[in-house]
């Protein structure tokens, strides 16, 4: 049976380098905060107490967190000195706390599930575990000081390293996890006597040691550690989750006609068998089901679609829709906060806005809810088996029974009941031959601009 856990998230840094008021964690891949796509990873270890450390912006950053998990704490590092202080800021939850403690960061947005729970596993055997990779340019990295089992004797900051050391391609990536309690008696005893003046996180592998704790380094890809530090890694990173996301959807069942022109967002689930073609864009909070076809050049967000919906090309949708089973919605058409029923069809120039529309109703082109009197959002409601006329105005709230017909041009101000027809139209009025005097005086007031227009040079 697995251990009890809590994770930890480092997020307390201003990030300067992004040149930027927004604390660096929030810096959005995917639509989301970097800081949630560290929690989604830590979320694969069902951990029973997430804690996000927090420092610059401490009250958004704290928010952020809570918005990924209205369970998630928050403890403040209120100066910024080095990760394993930052850790035992955290202690005001951790005390009591009996079990593992992972180390993440909130700028490391790719550690993968199956590397955390390697991590987990090497628990069995390692009191302590942390997390490393051979890198291609060690650089500025921390380096690994292994025995030839792997086994862990040190974690050495590159500015504290001897010639020796730098030349350690095994690379530290900051995640560690190990007995919580130990873990937060060990960081009591570090000290800041290095090149930074920091109390560093990675004295906690020799300070084990000396104890006599087994220390393990497990190992994964590099890409999964890269930390975010500026915009320029921003776009790298973005575009490494987006060519992540593609291809998992692909994997699970999605045809993608042209996947690099496809963006996803870090919560977009999409069903089996769903054709989605060139030039689409999802949002935030977006679930697609089964058998959809998503045609060119739509934008979805806060949107849910049943199954076997076509939508597009150009339609766009926002602000908390549901399209049930089978629906249509077609060319420059927009939805806001607005519910269809099963077969409902939507097919082209339409605004739907705070609407609620039941099944199998045809709304015709150039239709619009006027949901908006300057002041207050109201609802439009229609009922099933609606026919709604070309051109159609219902000015919200505004309610239209089962089966009713609203003829083409119809402002809708009062409520239509069931199967009746509704019409509002000016009678039309033909005066025989007055077009052309019309067009006369049309032309001449024109010429007569123009002449004013040269006189006044």
Known sequence: MARTSAVVILAAGKGTRMKSDLPKVLHPIGNAPMLHHAMQAASALSPDLMIAVVGHGAEAVAKAALDFDPEAKSSVQTEQIGTGHAVLAAREHLDAFEGDLFVLFGDTPFISADTLARMRSARATADFVALGFEAADPGKYGRFVLEDDDTLTAIVEAKDATSDQLAIRICNSGLMCGDCQTMLRLLEKVENDNAQAEYYLTDVISLARADGFLCQAVLCDEAETLGINDRIQLAEAEAIFQESARRNAMAEGATLVAPETVFFSLDTKIGRDVLIHPN????????????????????????????????????????????????????????????????????????????????????????????????????????????????????????????????????????????????SRTPQVNRDGLAPRLREKFKADGERAKARKNEAG
């Open 280 to 423: 689409n864009v999802f949002g935030p909070k977006v679930l697609i089901g089964d058998h959809c076809e998503i045609k060119p050049f739509c934008n979805l967000t806060d949107t849910v679609l049943e199954a076997d919906v076509k939508i597009g090309p150009f339609a766009h949708t926002r602000g908390g829709c549901h399209l049930s089973n089978g629906v249509r919605i077609g060319n420059f058409v927009e939805l806001k906060n607005a519910t269809l029923g099963e077969g409902t069809k939507a097919g082209h120039l339409s605004y739907l806005g705070d609407s609620q529309l039941g099944a199998d109703v045809n709304v015709g082109a150039g239709t619009i809810t006027c949901n908006y009197n300057g002041f207050e959002k109201q609802r439009t409601t229609i009922g099933d088996d609606v026919f709604v006329g070309v051109q159609t105005a219902l000015i919200a709230p505004v309610e239209v029974g089962d089966g009713a017909y609203i003829g083409t041009g119809t402002t809708v101000t009062k409520n239509v009941p069931a199967d009746a027809l509704a019409l």
